[in-house]
């Protein structure tokens, strides 16, 4: 099998982590592999199955002869680069929202639209992780009987806010533990024995951007009222949602019951 020069953009973070150990572990046929993150990194060395690999600081000639590059470094970055690696050839996954409104770049999911992939003109853009989770559950359902409305809330951890988060959390919730006063700097709130009901910064229709990430990214709703909301813990992403169809069919959702409410009705 013919194997492939990849390239990872933020390498060092907790995305990049993940591409290196999704790589490894399908045994992905490449030929070469190039880990990049910023000056701050370059010159450590990661883990890449049984070989030590040195990170290098991005930069327009990071991309010369390669076939792939993963991108997970943040908009700005990707905003950046992901031209430039995709005039030198290569095809760019972009993992951060830089592209994914684009009406040039394809946004894939690959249990649902697959076949989208095809019309890429060198950037292929995925979306936010709390779409992916809500589409790849609801797509076969919405080809039995289309979807109408879809209530969603998100419950996510703080790792979707990179590793910095992580430590935050951890530094926060030992200083709670000992009565100090904590002082955040990843979030607007204490995150720390707390939940936070925002994710991302407000826009003027008042959703934040996280939930209108959503709306749009889904693009398949007509009316999605959700409210994802940052949880006191490292890693983990959850949605709970009631979905609204067009008829009933044999299959039927129903919303969670709370404690003393009577039964639920079937979703129509
Ligand atoms: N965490 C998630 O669950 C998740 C899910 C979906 C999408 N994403 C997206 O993936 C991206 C990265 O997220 P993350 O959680 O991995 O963040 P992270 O842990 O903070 O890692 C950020 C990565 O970007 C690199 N970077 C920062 N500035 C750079 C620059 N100027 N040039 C090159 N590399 C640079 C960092 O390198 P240094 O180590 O040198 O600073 C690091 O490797 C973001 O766009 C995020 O929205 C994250």
């Known amino acids: 099998m013919k194997g492939y020069n990849v390239a990872i953009v933020g390498a060092t973070g907790l995305v990049g982590g993940e591409f290196i150990k999704v790589l490894v572990g399908r045994q992905f046929p490449i030929a070469s592999i190039q880990l990049y993150a910023s000056d701050r990194s370059a010159g450590r060395k990661l883990s890449f199955g049984k070989e030590e690999i040195e990170v290098k600081e991005t930069s327009p000639q990071s991309f010369d002869h390669i076939d792939i590059v993963l991108f997970s470094a943040g908009s700005q970055v990707s905003h950046y680069f992901s031209p430039i690696a995709a005039g030198a050839g290569a095809v760019v996954i972009d993992n951060s929202a830089a592209f994914r409104m684009d009406p040039e770049v394809p946004l894939v999911v690959p249990e649902v ?53 992580l430590g935050e959390l951890s530094n926060q919730a030992r200083l709670v533990l000992q009565g100090r006063e904590v002082l955040p700097h990843v979030y607007p709130h204490q995150v720390a024995f707390n939940v936070l009901p925002e994710i991302d910064v407000f826009l003027e229709n008042g959703y934040t951007k996280e939930e209108w990430k959503l ?27 009631i979905v609204r169809r067009y008829m009933l069919s044999s299959l039927t959702l129903f919303p969670r019951r709370r404690r003393g409410e009577s039964s639920p009705r079937p979703q129509g």
């Open 113 to 165: 639209n697959p076949d989208d992939v095809k019309s890429h003109r060198g950037i292929i853009a995925n979306p936010n992780c709390s779409t992916i989770q809500m589409v790849v559950a609801l797509y076969p359902l919405h080809k039995l009987n289309p979807i109408k409305r879809i209530i969603v809330d998100t419950y996510q951890s703080v790792s979707g806010t990179g590793l910095a988060a």
């Open 215 to 241: 709306v749009e990214e889904t693009r398949k709703s007509c009316m999605l009222r959700k409210s994802p909301s940052r949880q006191p813990a490292f890693v983990f992403r959850s949605i709970s949602g």
